[in-house]
């Protein structure tokens, strides 16, 4: 038997640590790159959303689910295949949200979920935008008298746990120099029936909840939510990091419904728009142009979006906004254009 060499042993474990740790920094891509393969061939979107917030993300008695965050990834399917009923809507805990995207037990988060650094860095996922500019605030009964945060000094406060509301409830108190008591539960549902019992003073959400559980009080007339805003509550979808097409897919599609939009193109001018001599209306459309292509898509892609779904200012108003029933002043979600802060990158 001949006794390699050590210099020879020496490269060839070199030469074996470089091909594991090769495979070992590529198979992440690997497993969770080509996410789009993976929808067509199922024939479905999987999105993870809300157990039920009105205006965001509900099941009806039908089955069938509405809401801005359910609008989002019916938008997807529209892109993609050009029908926005091939989703499959999984009803998520707050606590189990992200965890669900990182086992891909969902393609899409879309989860009334709040953008922060922690979340963005340490939880393998990528924002990719924001659906919903809001901010932390406090409902409380009209017959307390409460006109201000700043008099809930010794209050009970009722929130859910597994978010961010529990930390800028903290942080508020903290700073006022003020005490309190959370008393926090696992599901909206659970949070509201405590708040409505009396088990708390105060129920801390984002604003947007707040207007949404007030409607599933017994007698929403007799709640206030005060004017005090906590916090910046940036909320947006979310997808897995290390697939690129996937991450700009999920993206430009909230950018498509915001930029139509601006480019006053809607369900119901669509096909006028069509005929439009504007340069910029014509490349969104695909009359001109092949940015679809781009992002694994058809030419039409942007069409899909807004002939089945809509522009970001028709699921906003339908949702939440004008024609809903939570009546939520467009606020900050108004277009830059138009005194908001909502704004999309050009499809060019």
Not at 39 to 55: A, E, H, N
Not at 252 to 280: C, H, R, V, Y
Not at 309 to 336: H, M
């Amino acid at each position: 038997m001949t006794i390699a060499p050590a210099r020879v042993i020496r490269a060839l474990r070199l030469s074996i640590f470089a091909a594991c740790a090769a495979g070992f920094m590529l198979s992440p891509d690997a497993t969770s790159a080509q996410t789009l393969a993976r929808v067509k061939q199922r024939g479905f979107v999987t999105c993870g959303v809300s157990q039920g917030l009105p205006g965001f993300s509900t099941p009806g008695d039908d089955g069938a689910w509405t809401g801005i965050d359910v609008d989002l990834c019916r938008a997807l399917a529209a892109a993609i295949f050009n029908d926005a009923t091939k989703v499959r809507f999984v009803g998520l805990p707050a606590k189990d949200r992200f965890s669900a995207l990182q086992t891909r037990q969902i393609d899409v988060l879309s989860h009334d979920t709040t953008w922060t650094l922690s979340r963005d860095a340490s939880l393998g996922l990528n924002f990719t935008g924001v659906t919903y500019y809001d901010g932390q605030g406090f409902m409380v009964r009209k017959s307390l008298q409460v006109k201000s945060a700043a008099e809930l000094d010794g209050a009970s406060v009722c929130t859910q746990t597994g978010t961010t509301t529990e930390l800028n409830a903290a942080d508020f108190f903290k700073t006022n120099h003020m005490k309190y008591e959370i008393v926090a539960f696992e599901s909206p549902d659970e949070t509201v029936k405590a708040y409505e019992s009396g088990r708390c003073d105060a129920f801390t959400n984002d604003i947007s909840s707040l207007f949404a559980q007030r409607q599933k009080l017994a007698h929403p007339d007799q709640h206030v939510i005060l004017g005090d805003v906590l916090s910046k509550e940036p909320l947006g979808p979310a997808v897995r990091q290390g697939d690129d097409e996937w991450f700009s897919i999920v993206k430009w599609t909230l950018f498509a419904m915001i930029d139509a939009e601006e480019l006053g193109i809607s369900s119901l001018n669509l096909d006028q728009a069509m005929t439009s001599e504007k340069p910029e209306i014509r490349r969104f459309l695909g009359v001109e142009g092949d940015h679809g292509t781009r992002l694994g898509l058809t030419r039409d892609w942007c069409a899909r979006i807004v002939r089945l779904v809509g522009n970001y200012g028709e699921i906003f108003d339908r949702n939440v906004g004008a024609k809903s029933k939570l009546q939520i002043p467009r606020g900050l979600n108004r277009l830059w254009t138009q005194g908001g802060i909502q704004f999309a990158p050009p499809i060019r």
